[in-house]
């Protein structure tokens, strides 16, 4: 089964930028769509964004839409999630996640249906 590892996070200053990156190991990402979530403590996981395979198209919340970009390099076995103009309220824990189908339809279920997660890592966005 294939194993996610994230890397990246950090902590920023409001407006600055960040990129993690979802690297997959045992199996190959290029099959899959892949998504990133992200949770704050005390509040639910939620979707971020996400990436099918094949025609690379993506979908993102509302509130990251002009800000994140995701992008995958199946190469490299790895997706990306790029984040510009970072606020506050970024700040949470990101996870990436395959979806064992091609496509995603959103970002969230039923568009998209995380079955195996990274181990998570924490972003931080404060001045």
């Known amino acids: 089964q294939v194993q996610l590892v994230e890397s990246g996070g950090g902590t920023v200053q409001p407006g600055g930028s960040l990129r993690l990156s979802c690297a997959g190991s045992?199996?190959?990402?290029?099959?899959?769509?892949i998504g990133w979530f992200r949770q704050a403590p005390g509040k639910e996981r939620e979707g971020v964004s996400c990436?099918?395979?094949?025609?690379?198209?993506?979908h993102y919340r509302n509130s990251v839409k002009g800000r994140f970009t995701i992008s995958r390099d199946d190469a490299a076995n790895t997706v990306y999630l790029q984040m510009d103009n970072l606020k506050p309220e970024d700040s949470a824990t990101y996870y990436c996640?395959?979806?064992?189908?091609?496509?995603?339809?959103?970002?969230?279920?039923?568009?998209?249906?995380?079955?195996?997660w990274g181990q998570g890592i924490q972003v931080t966005v404060s001045s």
């Open positions: 996640s395959i979806d064992l189908v091609y496509y995603c339809s959103g970002y969230s279920p039923p568009g998209f249906s995380p079955s195996v």
């Open positions: 045992g199996g190959t990402l290029a099959s899959y769509a």
């Open positions: 990436i099918s395979r094949d025609d690379y198209s993506t």
